[in-house]
């Protein structure tokens, strides 16, 4: 099936509508667009597990506080359709600000505890974004199930809380980080950094590497991770702020006294023009990449 591009919700709802009456499983891929490999992970993903593949490309300004990237995000629609098509995506949701928000949208979705913590306290007010576009996007593309990647972890996690609060129907699925070789975590955000500060960036890598080679020391005090992790950004000399290193339990969130098995250590750092984010999922994921 070729690719179907759709501006307008209510033709994406009419369709995906017209899928659930036929019995077709729909695999649904929301993302900011500036599409790589990251992305695409999540589109095979999808394309594996159900009939219909719907991505959707959407740079959602409420998601965005004053003063960040809302306006310089990258954006490359064209690449996006055509890597979309390679990837077997079958429709293309491409919505314009004013259909999703017109000018008496008042309705937003939020989630609490989960969103106290990590990146929530530092942008406030993203995460009821998230939360208000994703439930908006889901009551369009219906989808059987939505993909979301680990390198948002808290997203994840915020979204599964909302889906099984709301009894939303849909099946979250969660996919692992795609590095770039070095292992610099992929992300849209790459692109703001020179050469120089692409090195710098590196460093939230080596710092999480750093902590699984602890863990398999057997060390199990989180501030001795803490340590070691902030020792190792610091040293990098375009890192402008850590906002924070978060040791967490990765359903909870909440800071742990032992680092174990499901234990979260979740990085936020400025790198140069770039706020950038990587974590570690301890005992799940591998970083066994070059350092
Ligand atoms: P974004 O376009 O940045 O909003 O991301 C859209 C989706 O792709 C989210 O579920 C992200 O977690 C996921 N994603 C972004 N970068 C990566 C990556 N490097 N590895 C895996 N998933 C990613």
């Not at 995506?89 to 106290?116: C, G, H, K, S």
Request: overall charge negative.
């Amino acid at each position: 099936m070729a690719l179907k591009v759709i501006h307008d919700p209510h033709e994406l709802q009419a369709y995906t509508l017209s899928l659930f009456r036929e019995g077709k499983t729909v695999g649904f891929v929301p993302t900011m667009g500036y599409l790589h490999e990251g992305h695409l992970s999540l589109f095979r993903c999808a394309r594996r597990e159900n009939d219909v593949v719907v991505a959707s490309i959407f740079v959602n300004p409420t998601q965005f506080g004053p003063g960040e990237d809302f306006e310089r995000y990258p954006r490359d629609p064209q690449g996006d359709k055509e890597k979309a098509e390679s990837e077997g995506v079958d429709v293309l949701f491409m919505p314009r600000a004013e259909d999703l928000y017109p000018l008496d949208f008042q309705t937003f979705v939020e989630v609490e505890r989960l969103t106290r913590g990590l990146c929530g306290a530092f942008r406030p007010g993203h995460f009821r974004g998230v939360t208000t576009v994703v439930t908006k996007l889901l009551m369009l593309a219906f989808p059987t199930r939505a993909y979301f990647g680990r390198k948002d972890f808290q997203q994840w996690r915020v979204i599964e809380q909302m889906v099984r609060d709301l009894h939303l129907p849909v099946e979250i699925v969660s996919c692992p980080i795609v590095r770039e070789p070095d292992g610099l975590a992929m992300s849209s955000r790459n692109v703001y950094l020179s050469p120089e500060e692409r090195q710098s960036a590196l460093s939230l890598y080596r710092s999480l590497r750093k902590a699984e080679a602890l863990f398999r020391e057997g060390e199990t005090r989180p501030q001795v991770y803490e340590q070691a992790i902030r020792t190792i950004l610091e040293s990098a000399p375009h890192l402008k702020k850590i906002d924070y290193i978060a040791i967490v339990d990765g359903l909870t969130l909440e800071p742990v006294d032992r680092v174990e098995r499901g234990t979260l250590i979740a990085l936020a750092a400025h790198v140069g023009p770039a706020r950038l984010i990587d974590n570690w999922w301890v005992g799940v994921d591998s970083l066994d990449l070059p350092s």
